[in-house]
């Protein structure tokens, strides 16, 4: 992201507004992607202790706390700066889950 930068400084000093235009957007689509990722880290963390919950027939007060914790960092991470909207939907959530079950072997 450094290199990005130092090319979006120099795309400006040069007048090159649309190469500048290019790389901001890059910017954007890096940094959806990392609040994404963080999303499913959290998704998959709530997931694992909801599991251990249905299978072990108990919630301890750290699952209990760190499932409230992944819900709060979820809604947190999707609302976008505007306040008014969202970087996922909840159904794409459920599309998230289901490709994670996929590659886990319970």
Not at 17 to 36: H, N, P, T
Not at 91 to 96: C, K, L
């Amino acid at each position: 992201m450094v290199q990005e930068l130092i090319d979006l400084k120099q795309s400006i000093v040069e007048g090159r507004y649309q190469d500048a235009l290019d790389i901001v957007d890059e910017l954007k689509g890096m940094s959806k992607q990392a609040i994404l990722r963080n999303i499913e880290s959290y998704l998959m963390r709530l997931l694992i202790h909801l599991i251990k919950n249905q299978v072990e027939k108990r919630l301890t007060n750290s699952w209990a706390a760190s499932i409230s914790d992944s819900i709060i960092q979820i809604k947190k991470l999707n609302l976008k700066d505007n306040k008014k909207s969202y970087y996922s939907v909840s159904h794409s959530y459920e599309v998230q889950l289901r490709r994670k079950l996929q590659t886990i072997k319970i």
